[in-house]
């Protein structure tokens, strides 16, 4: 497998990320959906990575800066049919030291409470991550949880 900077202009990844969309749609009341679509994604303040494994997508993930030292994780997602592979560990140590690598000194993030994200809580958990107050733009939400690490 392989972790590539993406520029989101392939089909692969375009559907991938519509996949995405659409589960956090169907699972995340409207006003709760933070998940960033393909023209957000592109914005230049958004670092966004893929993983591959040969010719198929099978995880990505990005940052986005929010300051000079503060970035958010965002798009985190591992294929269905390969999640519980190592797929999120293996993503999540690489932007963990690019995030790095680019001079940030905190990461945050923002995913769902409901149990259908236990997983992902418990990767952020287990990747030094701690539950802190909403950040950035955020409000207070039933259906979010936020958490942050420093770097």
Do not use: N
């Not at 592109?42 to 970035?71: K, S």
């Not at 997602?77 to 390969?82: D, F, I, L, P, S």
């Not at 963990?96 to 409901?114: Q, V, Y």
């Not at 991550?129 to 733009?137: L, N, R, T, V």
């Amino acid at each position: 497998m392989e972790v590539v900077v993406d520029d989101l202009s392939g089909p692969r990844i375009a559907e991938f990320l519509d996949e995405h969309v659409r589960q956090m749609r169907a699972i995340t009341p409207p006003e709760s959906k933070h998940a960033l679509d393909l023209d957000a994604l592109r914005r230049p303040e958004v670092t966004f990575w893929t993983v591959m494994d040969g010719e198929a997508v099978v995880g990505c993930g990005a940052i986005q800066r929010l300051d000079a030292t503060h970035a958010e994780l965002k798009s985190m997602r591992t294929a269905t049919a390969r999640k519980r592979s190592g797929i999120a560990s293996l993503l999540m140590e690489h932007i963990l030291a690019e995030a790095t690598r680019m001079g940030f000194t905190r990461l945050s993030l923002e995913t769902g409470s409901a149990e259908f994200f236990s997983p992902a809580r418990k990767l952020y958990q287990k990747f030094g991550f701690e539950y802190c107050e909403p950040f950035g733009d955020y409000k207070p939400d039933p259906h979010s949880v936020f958490m942050t690490r420093e770097l």
